[in-house]
């Protein structure tokens, strides 16, 4: 056997798999193999298209994964997929603008993921690897405190945010983590929905001044929609006047409390 034919043979050896067997290649069993490969596989069995950089290093990352019997469901393979992903720090964000029934893809880094337009999820399908962002509404608790509770439980700090003027927490993670939380979220805002007392002493302005004021504020809010500016029904707050130490005692919840002290504090304010 010359040089040239042991060439050939180690060229043909090393070539990898014929192209017939690339097409008819079942998603079974995965030793080691590399992720760019296995993107390439995942294209040809469910129809999606996908895009990457090299800076990704597909290339470099392996995978190993074995089942007794191949999938053959184009859905559940690309659910597969996105756990492969997952391991590796990568998620996929939606391509918007494409032609309808073509689904587009590209691969992202997670940690960048947040600032990207990920699909915004409302918790009513089953959680999976996704990686969406979701809107929470706290009614009792500050959005504050529910962000101090789960920055470490997010996968990537920046993905929770807090709108704490619209009692808004919004999450970006994978979906089966934000179902996690959404369960915390639940439970402080519900434990903190009981009402509690605080006494405000004023120090530049008399109580006769400011309490007709927050009662006013406070009152359950007229059906009139052109009589705005007074708190939803909703929110049971009560203030009471004690002239003698010159204090407001208020009872409402925690948030609603902590809005109070605000505008009291701007309220009472040397003139």
């Not at 042991?6 to 070539?15: G, K, Q």
């Not at 296995?38 to 074995?66: C, D, H, N, P, Y």
């Not at 909703?234 to 409402?252: C, G, Q, W, Y």
Request: with cysteine; net charge positive; charged share 30%.
């Amino acid at each position: 056997m010359n040089t040239i034919t042991i060439f050939a043979l180690v060229c043909a050896l090393s070539a990898g798999p014929a192209p017939q067997e690339e097409e008819t290649r079942e998603f079974r069993v995965f030793e080691g193999e590399d992720l760019r490969s296995i993107t390439l596989l995942v294209q040809r069995k469910t129809g999606k298209r996908l895009m990457w950089t090299k800076s990704l290093g597909l290339a470099k990352k392996e995978v190993s994964f074995s089942l007794a019997k191949p999938v053959h469901d184009p859905v559940k393979i690309f659910q597969v997929y996105r756990s492969f992903l997952a391991m590796n720090d990568l998620v996929l964000v939606p391509v918007r603008g494409v032609e309808e029934g073509e689904s587009y893809f590209k691969i992202k880094m997670a940690a960048l993921a947040p600032k990207s337009a990920l699909p915004l999820a409302n918790g009513s399908e089953k959680p999976s690897d996704r990686f969406v962002s979701r809107v929470f509404r706290v009614r009792n608790a500050s959005p504050r405190d529910i962000h101090a509770a789960l920055i470490n439980m997010v996968t990537y700090p920046q993905g929770i945010l807090m709108i704490e003027s619209a009692g808004i927490v919004l999450v970006s993670d994978y979906d089966y983590n934000i179902e996690r939380m959404a369960g915390i979220i639940a439970e402080i805002d519900n434990s903190e929905g009981r009402d509690r007392v605080d006494v405000i002493q004023l120090e530049n302005r008399t109580v006769s001044e400011i309490h007709p004021l927050l009662e006013d504020l406070v009152a359950p809010a007229p059906r009139n929609p052109e009589q705005r500016g007074r708190l939803p029904e909703t929110a049971p707050i009560r203030v009471l006047a004690d002239k003698e130490t010159n204090s407001l005692v208020v009872r409402a919840n925690p948030l609603w409390l902590e809005k109070i002290r605000r505008v009291v504090e701007r309220l009472d304010r040397k003139k």
